[in-house]
T-cell receptor, first 115, second 115 residues
């Protein structure tokens, strides 16, 4: 089946630095990609929706200048957490949807710890 | 707007016993319904989905769910659970049409299978 690869699977960074997370669709073209954030023992909260070649659409309350999303190709989207703080520590998950809009696949997630 | 309610945050069950995980949704328009499973520190895997047609949907790992429009429910069931079914289960809803339509997740139910 289709696979979405997310990298890195975990990362530890110092407060004030930036971290980039990649999300790749390996065997299909992802017209749309979604970025979620999941706090411990909570549900996934959608952060933003991105279409290839367009600016991402952020959900209410998500700082677009802090969480930079780039969807430069049909197989790659990146999320950059800028000037990370400990409260940004979370599990970040991407998903990719194909051009039919009927199939969505999730990456394996990235555990970000800011110290 | 759509919303998903998973009333049970945790469901303990003995191995080989049947289980039902409850999901109710709210929407003013027709929807697609999904169940996902998440193992620790991993992304989400699709168990099953209801798009149209038969209201009884069969998925992977022996799970099934029944769409009940009048009760706005999409409960997940398995007749006999295994230790390996221990995981977090998320119900999700998406509106019809459009590749950018978002998945709205419930808060999740931890299925804890005990020997």
């Amino acid at each position: 089946g289709a696979v979405v690869s997310q990298h890195p699977s975990w990362v530890i960074c110092k407060s004030g630095t930036s971290v980039k997370i990649e999300c790749r669709s390996l065997d299909f073209q992802a017209t749309t990609m979604f970025w979620y954030r999941q706090f411990p023992k909570q549900s996934l909260m959608l952060m933003a929706t991105s279409n290839e070649g367009s600016k991402a659409t952020y959900e209410q309350g998500v700082e677009k200048d802090k969480f930079l999303i780039n969807h430069a190709s049909l197989t790659l989207s990146t999320l950059t957490v800028t000037s990370a703080h400990p409260e940004d520590s979370s599990f970040y998950i991407c998903s990719a949807r194909d051009s039919t809009g009927k199939r969505t696949f999730f990456g394996q997630g990235t555990r970000l710890t800011v110290v | 707007a759509q919303s998903v309610t998973q009333l049970d945050s945790q469901v303990p069950v003995f191995e080989e016993a049947p289980v039902e995980l409850r999901c109710n949704y709210s929407s003013s328009v027709s929807v697609y319904l999904f169940w996902y499973v998440q193992y620790p520190n991993q992304g989400l895997q699709l168990l099953l989905k209801y798009l149209s047609g038969s209201t009884l949907v069969k998925g992977i790992n022996g799970f099934e769910a029944e769409f009940n429009k009048s009760q706005t429910s999409f409960h997940l069931r398995k007749p006999s659970v295994h230790i390996s079914d221990t995981a977090e289960y998320f119900c999700a809803v998406s509106t019809y049409g459009g590749a950018t339509n978002k998945l709205i997740f419930g808060t999740g139910t931890l299925l804890a299978v005990q020997p």
